[in-house]
């Protein structure tokens, strides 16, 4: 709190009066920064022609608005090392819980228009898993350093699409 309150050159007392402790600043700042991100995705999503493109606009929206403040994303998603509790004061709050149920709700819609009611049951479940690639690809990437190796957001966001739309197994597909 005390780095926070200098870099915004005023006192820590001010972020205690307004949100209590950290856990409050950083809930605050996840129902915020979750809600632009829901909506960035939403209206990228919606400019899509396919399923695929709308899949690709949203995981390329995520890891912009993640690759353009990391240091705030990383604050709205983790503890720091060495927390007490290992509570997510943002899942506590409902806000990342929310956030993600929109998203589900967003990638199920056009596979559901797409895939039909009778494959529901991929429908259900597979709209989690994806966003669970997507985040922990994503958080991987970000957090990776700067080199060669380290593909620009475009490529990830399109090899993280491959992977959600294609699998691996082009990857491992063997010659003869």
Request: charged share 15%; proline share 5%.
């Amino acid at each position: 709190m005390e780095d926070i309150a200098g870099a915004a050159g005023t006192s820590k007392s001010v972020y205690y009066r307004y949100f209590g402790d950290k856990a409050g600043l950083q809930q605050a700042m996840g129902e915020v920064v979750l809600g632009q991100m829901q909506r960035r995705m939403q209206e990228a999503a919606q400019l899509a022609q396919t399923p695929r493109e709308g899949l690709l606009a949203m995981v390329s929206a995520y890891l912009q608005m993640a690759e353009s403040s990391p240091h705030v994303y990383a604050f709205i998603t983790r503890l720091s090392p060495g927390e007490a509790s290992a509570q997510d004061p943002i899942a506590a709050s409902g806000a990342l819980g929310n956030f993600f149920e929109q998203i589900t709700d967003m990638i199920a819609t056009p596979m559901r228009e797409h895939l039909g009611e009778e494959r529901e049951s991929v429908i259900t479940y597979w709209p989690t898993a994806a966003i669970g690639l997507v985040r922990n690809a994503g958080e991987m990437w970000l957090g990776s350093p700067a080199g060669s190796s380290k593909p620009d957001q475009a490529t990830m966001a399109g090899q993280i699409t491959d992977w959600l739309c294609l699998g691996i197994a082009p990857a491992l597909k063997t010659t003869t």
